[in-house]
């Protein structure tokens, strides 16, 4: 007990000697919150800037209410000034060219420690102009959209008559979705009511270069025929729908057909109660890119060799029918053809080898009266990724190098066959 008195008696002599110096200060340390710049972009409110391979220049106003700095996360971006006090500023921000085939990111950060604004940059390899097609119009009025790199200026001339129906509506591209006036570069195509057709070229020129493509509209007399004979050799009067066909209503208002930037573009029949054969004037619709005729068991007779003539097919669907003969080899001139759907006809003959040269995604020929082997020469096909050629006659040994081909395939049905008759392998 007085051991314990001992040493308490200690640790309070030892307290109480304590100087004012020596105390433990109980008192809040010092507030040591940062104290953030705060940075406005006045003169304008984009945060994101593409640029084509050439690169180029922008300088951007800012307000700053404090010191701040501007970084770039790429020394290939450059901005100047990189930091300066309170105040308004200007900066220039230069991206240099690019010749890498590789899209590049970079961005630009202006504040002060965390607080920081970013604005950001794309560069990407690809032409100030996308590929160029030319356009086949109708006679109706159309406001067609050139898809340019964004934010580029350029020069637009056109031939001479051109400019009284092509209306260019602007000369800087922009990168804007929700504005389609604004999307591109925009033309304004007024209707032809002239008794013929025309044709305008526009050129687009920048820095030097020069980039043209051709508008022609048709007068309404050149494919309101063409339309017409299909109608009549399918027995268009019977047809379930048809509404418009033969008035004077603008061509995207008839049953069944879809333009686009004032080119018919499909043609789309689903059990519609056609009656008769496909004429071969369907090769005059030379912007077709999608021909359905589907269910319609009085549809018969053969395909029409002109649906090679079609430069810009991409899909045929023309299933479930009773269209017999051969298919033609002239379908292998249609060289954007990616869908070829003939399933459930009364196609015969052999499978012809031209097709190999279409860059086809997909081939149906099930449930025809097809004969032969798998040809060779649909090796040459490397885009399929589905085959079906069921329900057909066709008989013989597979060859090696069709074997080697058909095992790539992701989904390729060539068996069973019908009683009789049947593909064997190599």
Known sequence: MKAKFLICMMLSTLICSCGEDDAVSVLPEEDNAEVFTKITLLDTNEDTYYFSREGGEITVTITADGPWTATSSHDWL?????????????????????????????EVQIGKDANKMRLKFSQAPVPEVRSLHDYELTASPVRLTLYVYPELDFEITLTEGAEQWITPLNTRSKWD????????LNFEIS??????PRTGTVTLSRDGRDYS????????DDLRPVLMEFYHALG??????????GTDAPLNDWSGLRLEDGQIVALQMHYNNLKGEIPEVIGQ???LQEFDILGD???????????????NLRRIQISFNSISGAIPASLGNASKLETLWLCYNQLSGEIPGELGALPLEGLNLTGNNLTGNI??????????????????????TISSTVNAWLSGIKEAQINPQQEGYGLSRW
Do not use: C
Not at 86 to 105: K, M, Q, V, W
Not at 236 to 245: A, D, H, L, P, V
């Open 78 to 106: 450059k901005v100047q000034p990189s930091s300066g006090e309170a105040g308004t500023h200007l900066l220039t921000i230069t991206i240099p060219t690019y010749e890498a085939e590789d899209s590049r990111f970079a």
């Open 177 to 184: 979705y929700f504005h389609e006036n604004t999307t591109g």
């Open 191 to 196: 209707p032809n009511d002239t008794d013929h």
């Open 213 to 220: 493509f051709t508008v022609s509209q048709h007068h309404d």
């Open 236 to 245: 268009g009067e019977q047809w379930k729908y048809n509404q418009n066909w």
């Open 285 to 287: 619709l030379k912007t």
């Open 297 to 311: 068991e009085d549809v018969v007779g053969k395909l029409p060799e002109s649906l090679g003539e079609l430069p």
């Open 375 to 396: 040809p060779e020469g649909l090796t040459k096909m490397h885009t399929i990724n589905r085959l079906f050629l069921t329900e057909n006659r066709l008989s013989g």
